[in-house]
């Protein structure tokens, strides 16, 4: 059975550094097939996907954010980390763990179903 | 970056409609569209992958259909459980978008 779950801070202040941490469990991050990504959703607001890494360390990352964030992954606790830098009142928001395996259709398979995913935390950005 | 655009972004019908939404994405994906359902105050969980399939556990009243940059979800007969907010999104390849959304109401 795999889970997620996310935790960190509730409250951080505008130009401060996010750090949020899934802790996984069901699964290995060291096994070929299964990447962990972060997806975030602004209150009332359409879901944005954010990052991902892959069981090799590969790492992938939403384009706009990208000098912003950082994901890193310790196969040893099943953590993985996202850290964004410089958090604006606009990165308010639920932010989601997510897991995904290669989905096949048609002869060929691609990452990116998110199949699982954690409870979601509220991370706040205010003064 | 590929644009998902679904429409439309809200709609309500009775118990027993036939309900569509569509998702159209900026450049080709093959079948590589997943749609969600969110439900009020929940997480999002996965309906459909590949355009079609559906996942498991899902009720057969789901089907979605497409390839390229057309797609569509259909509800066969919607229930008052399906109240939720519909997103398609790409995963032909990173970054991962996913379209604004489709509130559905009774």
Redesign the interface.
């Known amino acids: 059975q795999i889970t997620l779950k996310e935790s960190g801070p509730t409250l951080v202040k505008p130009t401060q550094t996010l750090t949020l941490t899934c802790t996984f469990s069901g699964f290995s991050l060291s096994s070929s097939g299964v990447a962990v990504?972060w997806i975030r959703q602004p209150p009332g607001k359409?879901?944005?996907?954010l990052a991902?890494i892959y069981w090799d360390g590969d790492e992938?990352?939403?384009?706009s954010l990208r000098t912003r964030l950082t994901v890193t992954k310790d196969t040893s606790t099943n953590h993985v980390v996202l850290t964004m830098t410089n958090m604006d009142p606009v990165d308010t928001g639920t932010y989601?763990c997510v897991h995904t395996t290669p989905?096949?259709?048609?002869g060929?398979c691609?990452?990116?179903?998110?199949?699982m995913?954690?409870?979601?935390t509220m991370v706040t950005v205010s003064s | 970056d590929i644009q998902m655009t679904q429409s439309p972004s809200s709609l309500s019908a009775s118990v027993g409609d036939r309900v569509t939404i569509t998702c159209r994405a900026s450049r080709g994906i093959k079948s590589y569209l997943a749609w969600y359902r969110q439900k009020p105050g929940k997480v999002p969980e996965v309906l459909i992958y590949s355009a079609s399939t559906l996942q498991s556990g899902v009720a057969p009243r789901f089907s979605g259909s497409g390839s390229g940059t057309d797609f569509t979800l259909t509800i066969s007969s919607l229930q008052p459980e399906d109240v939720a907010t519909y997103y398609c999104q790409n995963y032909d390849s990173a970054p991962y978008t996913l379209g604004a959304g489709t509130k559905v109401e009774i």
């Open positions: 990504g359409a879901l944005e996907w991902l992938r990352y939403r384009p989601y989905y096949c259709g048609g060929t691609s990452y990116g179903v998110f199949d995913w954690g409870q979601g």
